[in-house]
């Protein structure tokens, strides 16, 4: 999946869970969500700094892409000294699939861990302080946005093996990153964030119209209700292979130009 695509859903994904905190009207909630969700953006990019070529995140955050890439390089070096119960066969794995440590469970794991470490120094070192909320928010949006970017990974045909570099699971799905057929866009990324952006839609809605309120005990349920549907229709909607999701490519351009110019 393209870099943008992998923002798009991560970000979509969070986003009705903040929209409530916005809507309560308490400041102090401001500066948290903010953080999760710069994290998670961040999140939904690191993976890719193990896949040749220039990501997303080499452009939008080299920093990050500076730490990741020899963090990679040492992450493999430690697997192979190792003793583990299985043969480890990282370096093949990485160049054969270009998809390596960074895309599975335990790369996202340890490059959160990582990450945040350095945000903290970094953090200290300005502020002289340590905001132990912040920290933990800024690791679980970081573990958080890569996790859905190894589930958003698991609807490509490449997929991924979640048990890497431990044994074999792969998952994976219909879509191709780039169009198997020329002229022709698979446009279930597209329907995916479109799906997503619905909850939260519906949410602002609900708000603006006092048809929810924050004190409501079942908000959130109902919101990891919604979005775990939407998810389940994501994964299940990749193991298809109908016409429909094939579009002219040249029919999608010129909507997106004419819907960006009638705003
Ligand atoms: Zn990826």
């Known amino acids: 999946m393209l870099g943008r695509e992998h923002v798009s859903i991560s970000v979509a994904t969070v986003i009705p869970f903040i929209v409530p ?34 990501p997303k995140l080499y452009y939008d955050f080299k920093l990050v892409y500076d730490i990741m890439v020899p963090l990679q390089k040492a992450v493999i070096f430690a697997f192979k000294n190792l003793s583990l119960k299985y043969e480890l066969n990282l370096e093949h794995e990485v160049n054969s699939r270009h998809r390596g440590i960074m895309h599975a469970p335990i790369g996202i794991f340890i490059s959160s861990l990582i990450l945040t470490l350095i945000a903290a120094i970094i953090g ?32 490509t045909v490449a997929g991924i093996n979640w048990k890497f570099p431990f044994g074999t699971k792969l998952v994976n799905g219909k879509i191709h990153t780039f169009p198997k057929i020329k002229g022709k866009k698979d446009i279930r990324p597209m329907v995916y964030q479109q799906t997503l952006w619905l909850i939260t839609i519906l949410l602002v809605l609900g708000f603006s119209f006092d048809i929810i309120d924050f004190s409501q005990w079942s908000l959130y349920p109902l919101i990891v209700v919604s979005v775990t549907a939407a998810w389940v229709f994501i994964i299940l909607a990749s193991r298809t292979d109908y016409g429909f999701w094939y579009q002219d490519a040249g029919k999608i351009r010129k909507a997106r130009k004419s819907a960006k110019r009638s705003f």
């Not at 953080?35 to 896949?51: K, N, Q, R």
């Not at 300005?126 to 905001?131: F, G, K, M, P």
């Not at 679980?140 to 609807?155: A, I, N, T, Y």
């Open 21 to 54: 905190l916005i809507f309560s009207g308490n400041v102090d909630y401001q500066l948290y969500y903010i953080t999760l969700l710069i994290a998670v953006t961040v999140g939904s990019l690191t993976p890719d700094a193990d896949c040749g070529g220039k």
């Open 124 to 155: 200290f070192a300005i502020y002289q302080a340590i905001n132990a909320a912040i920290i933990l928010f800024i690791f679980l949006g970081l573990l958080f946005g890569q996790f859905l970017h190894l589930l958003e990974d698991s609807c």
